[in-house]
Every structure is written in structure tokens, then in C-alpha cells.
């Protein structure tokens, strides 16, 4: 059974950062490309930022540009989110998903961690 679990979030202060981890088990993700996804309460799910199953590229919506920063640990079938100046509107239920055999599709997805920044 495929399962993505992520950890990390929290309460933190407008400026502060949190790292977020998703580690995956039932199936190495090791040649699929991940990424992190958000939905704030009343809103859409939107993407964050993405990798590539090498960890050479990576994409990011323009509101983590410059802040969030994705990487990925294929020996521990993980990848992670770390996310600095936090800001009031990046409160959301953070959500990681994994490629499946459709390249570009996300097949798999985490239950999600919530991130609660306060001003």
C-alpha cells in the first residue's frame, strides 16, 4: 500500500519558518517527480513547488519564489518543503503527491499538515 505522510507543520509567527517533510512508503518515488500543494480554508488547492525525480530542477508558484525551497532524499524516499518568511497567507493544509505512471500527473497524495502563521 502506497503512502505519503507528512510532518512538520504548525503554529508559527509571521517570519518564521517551518520545515516540512513527506515520507513516502510502499514504493520507491525515486524516479517520479513530487511536489507540495496547499488549500487554504474556503479556496482551491493550489500548487506550491515541485522536483524532478533527479532533484535538478525544481518549480515554484511565484508566491514560494525567493521563500520555499523543495528537495528530496531519494535514499530515504522523502522530500521536503522548507519554508522561511512566513507569511499570515500561507496558512493552508499542506499536502504532498507523488507522480505516478502518467509522467506529469500526480497519482499519489498525502493526507496533508497544517501550517497556521500568525501575524
Known amino acids: 500500500q502506497v503512502q505519503l505522510v507528512e510532518s512538520g507543520g504548525g503554529f508559527v509567527q509571521a517570519g518564521g519558518s517551518l520545515r516540512l517533510s513527506c515520507a513516502a512508503s510502499?514504493?520507491?518515488?525515486?524516479?517520479?517527480?513530487m511536489g507540495w500543494f496547499r488549500q487554504a480554508p474556503g479556496k482551491e488547492r493550489e500548487f506550491v513547488a515541485a522536483i524532478s525525480w533527479s532533484g535538478g530542477s525544481t518549480y515554484y508558484a511565484d508566491s514560494a519564489k525567493g521563500r520555499f525551497t523543495i528537495s528530496r532524499d531519494n535514499a530515504k524516499n522523502t522530500v521536503y518543503l522548507q519554508m522561511n518568511s512566513l507569511k499570515p497567507e500561507d496558512t493552508a493544509v499542506y499536502c504532498c503527491?507523488?507522480?505516478?505512471?502518467?509522467?506529469?500527473?500526480?497519482?499519489?497524495w498525502g493526507q496533508g499538515t497544517q501550517v497556521t502563521v500568525s501575524s
Open positions: 503527491a507523488a507522480e505516478g505512471s502518467v509522467v506529469g500527473k500526480y497519482a499519489y
Open positions: 510502499g514504493r520507491t518515488f525515486s524516479d517520479s517527480a
